[in-house]
T-cell receptor
């Protein structure tokens, strides 16, 4: 039972363009959503998060959008840079479940110079 | 603040041996989480602590897995009688206080290879 899904395993984008990563969830108890970036042989690095009471959060080049009715969130990276090439994980948590994170399967992003 | 640290970074062991991993969280963080990541998958929750109390361990993969956080600071994850299927990246994360918008920060992980 995959409660968090990232349906695109990979994404290729030209430097300077927008990267859009998508994530769907099924558990209505999730109330906090996070995006992590991961390089090979390293732990996930926190990027940006959004609480369920908001529909948008922006931090520099990164913006996360949350559509609660559709149980869908997306991460926009603009402009994309070669250093953004990594695997991106969507994660969700709920206080009622101890805030443990449930992760999607990841999307590998390649930014071409 | 040096972030979450984990030791060792890599561990190669023979099937049937016991292994222990250590995690040092960010110093003021009360929560500590363990996850496991296998190739091509997202991290999978194993267990977590609030200070020294282990609040959930039902997701530990078998009774061969155990975790401790004896003084509410560092934590250890032990796997007894390792099997080849235990080969994975073991990740530790810490967070401040478990509020609804509490963000977890991860260490670099320990990669376990069971031969």
């Amino acid at each position: 039972d995959q409660q968090v899904k990232q349906n695109s395993p990979s994404l290729s984008v030209q430097e300077g363009r927008i990267s859009i990563l998508n994530c769907d969830y099924t558990n209505s108890m999730f109330d906090y959503f996070l995006w992590y970036k991961k390089y090979p042989a390293e732990g996930p690095t926190f990027l940006i998060s959004i609480s369920s009471i908001k529909d948008k959060n922006e931090d520099g080049r990164f913006t996360v959008f949350l559509n609660k009715s559709a149980k869908h969130l997306s991460l926009h990276i603009v402009p994309s840079q070669p250093g953004d090439s990594a695997v991106y994980f969507c994660a969700a948590s709920g206080k009622a479940a101890g805030n443990k994170l449930t992760f999607g399967g990841g999307t590998r992003v390649l930014v071409k110079p | 603040d040096t972030g979450v640290s984990q030791n060792p970074r890599h561990k190669i062991t023979k099937r049937g041996q016991n292994v222990t991993f250590r995690c040092d969280p960010i110093s003021e963080h009360n929560r500590l989480y363990w996850y496991r990541q296998t190739l091509g998958q997202g991290p999978e929750f194993l267990t977590y602590f609030q200070n020294e109390a282990q609040l959930e361990k039902s997701r530990l993969l078998s009774d061969r897995f155990s975790a401790e956080r004896p003084k509410g600071s560092f934590s250890t994850l032990e796997i007894q009688r390792t099997e080849q299927g235990d080969s994975a990246m073991y990740l530790c994360a810490s967070s401040l206080d478990g509020t609804s918008t509490d963000t977890q920060y991860f260490g670099p992980g320990t990669r376990l290879t069971v031969l």
